[in-house]
């Protein structure tokens, strides 16, 4: 039975049961638990170096009253980034790729922001479906514009984390298979498709980090809209 190069997507399962599951669950066993020692070793010193800049980045565009969104904003940038980088190793699966994962993570922290903004300040919340100046005739169609755009966040999230991984991944695929099959009939050419295989790869272990952080970038900036 030949295999199509969208399997790689398809969620694994052993006894009919998705081990979708067991994938979202191994991040947080990769990293080690903090320690109450005053002395820590290397490996928690850089970690806790990395989430503390992080951390300052994220909060830099809010103000404090978004600063309580700190731990779990970058309790999912930990998350996102760990699920990426694991499913470019060999034989894994990223559930990240995964569109319906996205949406359930993108769907209820854009709506969170949007709850807040109704319930902190509904006037300055609604104010954003219609720009200040707007001719009298163009006040109907830009609100329409503007909660269409509103709506459109969380779908635009999710798309864009999906699309730029899944499109890394078959590519990879499509390399590594131009060069398995050019080895034994041009071996230069299939040496220099390597290479660039090996180029890609490390574009997509940038593309996995960015893609994380832009993620989580852009729901601070929704959530500073409205705080």
Do not use: C
Not at 18 to 40: F, G, H, Q, V
Not at 83 to 92: D, E, I, S, V, W
Not at 110 to 119: E, F, K, Q, Y
Not at 133 to 162: D, K
Request: glycine share 4%.
């Amino acid at each position: 039975m030949m295999l199509s190069f969208f399997d790689q997507f398809a969620s694994p399962t052993f006894l009919g049961i998705p081990l979708i599951t067991l994938a979202l669950t191994l991040p947080w066993i990769l990293y080690p638990s903090p320690s109450s020692r005053w002395l820590n070793n290397r490996l928690l010193t850089l970690q806790g170096w990395f989430i503390n800049r992080f951390t300052q980045q994220l909060l830099l565009p809010l103000n404090v009253g978004g600063h309580k969104w700190a731990v779990m904003l970058t309790s999912l940038m930990l998350f996102l980034i760990t699920l990426n980088m694991l499913g470019l190793l060999p034989y894994t699966f990223t559930p990240t790729t995964q569109l319906s994962m996205n949406m359930a993570l993108a769907v209820p922290l854009w709506l969170a922001t949007v709850i807040i903004g109704m319930r902190n300040q509904p006037t300055h919340a609604l104010g954003h479906l219609l720009p200040e100046g707007t001719p009298t005739l163009l006040i109907p169609v830009l609100i329409i514009i503007e909660t269409i755009s509103l709506f459109i966040r969380p779908l635009a999230l999710g798309v864009r984390l999906t699309a730029n991984l899944t499109a890394g991944h078959l590519l990879i695929q499509l390399i590594a298979t131009a060069a398995f099959v050019l080895l034994p009939l041009m071996p230069t050419v299939a040496v220099l498709t390597a290479t660039l295989l090996f180029l890609l790869t490390l574009l997509e272990v940038a593309v996995a980090m960015i893609q994380a952080y832009v993620f989580v970038l852009l729901i601070s900036l929704y959530l500073q809209e409205n705080i």
